[in-house]
C-alpha cells in the first residue's frame, strides 16, 4: 500500500506519492482548476490516483499560520478534508505544511531548475516535501 501527499491551494493541489516500503515520496503531479469552489474534477482525478496507486491512506498539508493559529485557508483544507474522507473513505491525517513552497522552490533552484520553469513543479514538489515530512516522523517514532 502508498500513502498519498497533497498540497490544496486555491486554484491547484499538488500531489506526491510514497514508495511500497512507506519511505521515500516522489511528486506526481499538479491538478489545476479554474475556479477554487469547483472541486468535482479534482476529486475525481484524486480517486483516479487512489485506485491507480493502491493507495491506502492521505497525508493533507494543513496551512497554519507562523504564529500556529489557524486562518481562512486552514478551514478551507478541513472542509476538503472531511469530503476526502466522506468520498474515498480513506484516513486523511493533517500534516503542517508551513514553509513548505519556499523550501520547494529552494530544492527547485538548487537542482537547476530555471525560475519561469519552476510554477508547473512548485505544487507537486511542496507535497512530496509534506509527504516525507510524514514518512520520516512515522519512521522515527516506530524506530
Given at each position: 500500500m502508498r500513502t498519498l501527499g497533497l498540497d490544496y491551494g486555491t486554484k491547484t493541489?499538488?500531489?506526491?506519492?510514497?514508495?511500497?516500503?512507506?519511505i521515500i515520496?516522489?511528486?506526481?503531479?499538479?491538478?489545476?482548476?479554474?475556479?477554487?469552489?469547483?472541486?468535482?474534477?479534482?476529486y475525481a482525478k484524486?480517486?483516479?490516483?487512489?485506485?491507480e496507486q493502491n493507495v491506502d491512506r492521505i497525508v493533507l498539508g494543513f496551512p497554519k499560520n507562523m504564529n500556529n493559529t489557524e486562518g481562512e485557508?486552514?478551514?478551507?483544507?478541513?472542509?476538503f478534508m472531511d469530503d476526502l474522507e466522506r468520498r474515498t473513505g480513506l484516513p486523511v491525517i493533517l500534516m503542517?505544511?508551513?514553509?513548505?513552497?519556499?523550501?520547494?522552490?529552494?530544492?527547485?533552484?538548487?537542482?537547476?531548475?530555471?525560475?519561469?520553469?519552476?510554477?508547473?513543479?512548485?505544487d507537486k514538489m511542496a507535497a512530496a516535501i509534506i509527504l516525507q515530512s510524514f514518512l520520516d516522523r512515522e519512521?522515527?517514532?516506530n524506530k
Open positions: 493541489v499538488g500531489v506526491a506519492i510514497s514508495d511500497e516500503a512507506q515520496a516522489q511528486p506526481l503531479v499538479t491538478i489545476e482548476r479554474k475556479h477554487a469552489n469547483k472541486l468535482r474534477q479534482t484524486i480517486e483516479a490516483i487512489i485506485d485557508r486552514a478551514e478551507a483544507t478541513r472542509a503542517d505544511e508551513r514553509l513548505t513552497t519556499v523550501e520547494a522552490d529552494r530544492i527547485l533552484e538548487e537542482t537547476g531548475v530555471a525560475k519561469s520553469g519552476r510554477k508547473e513543479h512548485i519512521h522515527n517514532e
